[in-house]
Every structure is written in C-alpha cells, then in structure tokens.
C-alpha cells in the first residue's frame, strides 16, 4: 500500500518564477491538504481539497493556489516566487467526513533565489 | 484559531534515559496527533491519540481531551529517537494546528 507521495523531492527556482508541487494521496484517501514549513517551525495550513474543491482555506496570499483531480491527487501552485516562500511544502492525506489518522508525505523543499 | 504549545522547546537526553513531552491545546479537539519529523523532513506518526492511553513498544501517549493536554512518553530512548516532535490538533476535521515542536537530542 503506497502512503503519500509528493513530487519533486527539492526544487530551485528564480524569484518571480511559478511552480507547482504535485501529491498523490494514500490509497483509499480522498482529502488533501497541503502545509507550509519554514525552518525551525511548525507547519501552517495553506488549504485543504476535498471533491475536487477547495474546503478550507489558512491565511495564503492567492498567489498560493491548488487543485485536486479526480483520482484525488493533487497540485500545488505558487505565482511570482518570493524569497520568502522557501520552505519545506508538506502534504497530507486522509479519509473526509470521518475523524481519522492524517498521514504526510516526504514533502518538497522549495529553494527561491 | 486554536493553540498548540509544546514543552519543553529543547530536551537533550543520555541514551537510555526516559523523557515526557507535553502538548497543551487551547479548545476542544477531534484528533490529536503526534508526529516525528526524521532529517529529511518527513512527518512519521507516532500517534493517533484524540483521547485516552496508547502504548507502541518505548513510546507511549496520552491525551486527557477535558484537561486539554497530551503526553508523549519515550523510555529508554536511542540516538535513533533524535529529531523533532510535532504535537498537531484538528478541532473540526480539516486544519492541524501545529505546535512549535520539541527538538530532543540523545547522546550515546
């Protein structure tokens, strides 16, 4: 049983660039969220897709933007790169409508320079 | 929305050496989570744990939900257990809040 898989593992990318991070969820699992963690925090929301739709949003500039597909995975896209936005991009999966365990992927690491 | 604090922020531990890792959370919650992030920055569950007492070979944990707080035990810890761990609580089914996270040393 394949858990979650998020791609690529590192990325560089040029300020002002767009990028986009792509997750597969654990089987079984149709809700993805996705999560920012810069160095020595914790990870912050930046939203969360459930049916193809985004259900829930975390304080993102909507330069941060998803999408999810109908085979539940899903992608993350981020416009006009600022330095700021490195940072190690989480997702997690887990099953809608019902309180159980989340699990996360390796994650991508986003460098901006 | 909710916090999460974590104590203590830093532990450094002799191998062998037991620790208890606190999480407390501002409102009620319907999942609480722990997690270990290894080097590379994967979160690994530890625990699934919204209420009550679980136990996983050295690591146990628990989560009192009325008293809004959770402990994570670690008994005779290796230098494998070195790393960070994430308290996370979801009051509704979609957010994890996140605490600070306790980074833990074992030393040999």
């Known amino acids: 049983d394949a858990g979650v898989t998020q791609s690529p593992t590192h990325l560089i990318k040029t300020r002002g660039q767009q990028v986009t991070l792509r997750c597969s969820p654990k089987?079984?699992?149709?809700?993805v969220s996705w999560y920012q963690q810069a160095l020595g925090q914790g990870p912050q929301f930046i939203f969360q897709?459930?049916?193809?739709?985004?259900?829930q949003r975390g304080n993102f500039p909507d330069r941060f933007s998803g999408h999810q597909f109908p085979n539940y995975s899903s992608e993350l896209n981020v416009n006009a790169l600022l330095l700021g936005d490195s940072a190690l991009y989480l997702c997690?999966?887990?099953?809608?409508?019902?309180?159980?365990?989340?699990?996360f992927g390796q994650g991508t690491r986003l460098t901006v320079v | 929305g909710i916090q999460v604090e974590q104590s203590p922020p830093d532990l450094i531990l002799q191998e062998g050496a037991n620790s208890t890792l606190r999480c407390n959370f501002s409102?009620?919650?319907?999942?609480l989570q722990w997690f270990h992030q290894n080097p590379w920055g994967q979160l690994i569950n530890l625990f699934y744990?919204?209420?009550g007492t679980k136990q996983n070979g050295r690591l146990s944990a628990t989560t009192v939900a009325t008293e809004r707080y959770s402990l994570l035990y670690i008994s005779s810890s290796q230098t494998t257990d070195s790393g960070v761990y994430f308290c996370?609580?979801?009051?509704?089914?979609?957010?994890?809040?996140f605490g600070t996270g306790t980074s833990l040393t074992v030393i040999p």
């Open positions: 409102d009620s919650v319907n999942n």
């Open positions: 089987s079984g699992h149709d809700t």
């Open positions: 897709y459930y049916e193809e739709e985004e259900r």
């Open positions: 996370a609580v979801n009051p509704t089914g979609n957010q994890f809040y």
């Open positions: 744990i919204p209420s």
């Open positions: 997690a999966s887990s099953l809608a409508l019902q309180n159980t365990e989340a699990f």
